[in-house]
Nanobody, 128 residues
Framework: QVQLVESGGGSVQAGGSLTLSCKFS????????MGWFRQEPEKEREGVAA??????????YYADSVKGKFTISEDKRNKTLYLHLNGMKPEDTATYRC???????????????????WGQGTQVTVSS
């Protein structure tokens, strides 16, 4: 089992920045796909960013809408996944959830099919 708890959400004005955190615990491994998803009002859940790392390599994936302004990172020692949101826009308003794959390995991407464990979510609101 893997447990995920998000924090860091809040309200910011357009152009501002936030950093979201996801603390994970339980049966975790050094090589496992981790990601961030968001769900906006009246829309389906969308993959924002994903990351899989090892001692020697890492691969990151981003939705086209956030490339160049959002950054995903991980601190394995402290068992924390981050999403750095920069240059935020009102359309970034959503509930953000972190997720982890069921099976260790390098299979990773933005599709929901890569993930099994989910956090409860943290709300991000961007005002114009």
């Amino acid at each position: 089992q893997v447990q995920l708890v998000e924090s860091g959400g809040g309200s910011v004005q357009a152009g501002g920045s936030l950093t979201l955190s996801c603390k994970f615990s339980g049966d975790t491994y050094s090589t496992r796909c981790m990601g961030w998803f968001r769900q906006e009002p009246e829309k389906e859940r969308e993959g924002v960013a994903a990351l899989v790392t090892s001692d020697a390599d890492s691969s990151a994936y981003y939705a086209d809408s956030v490339k160049g302004k959002f950054t995903i990172s991980e601190d394995k020692r402290n068992k924390t996944l981050y999403l750095h949101l920069n240059g935020m826009k009102p359309e970034d308003t959503a509930t953000y959830r972190c997720a982890a794959a069921l099976v260790p390995g390098r299979f990773c991407g933005l599709d929901r099919g890569f993930f099994y464990y989910w956090g409860q979510g943290t709300q991000v609101t961007v005002s114009s």
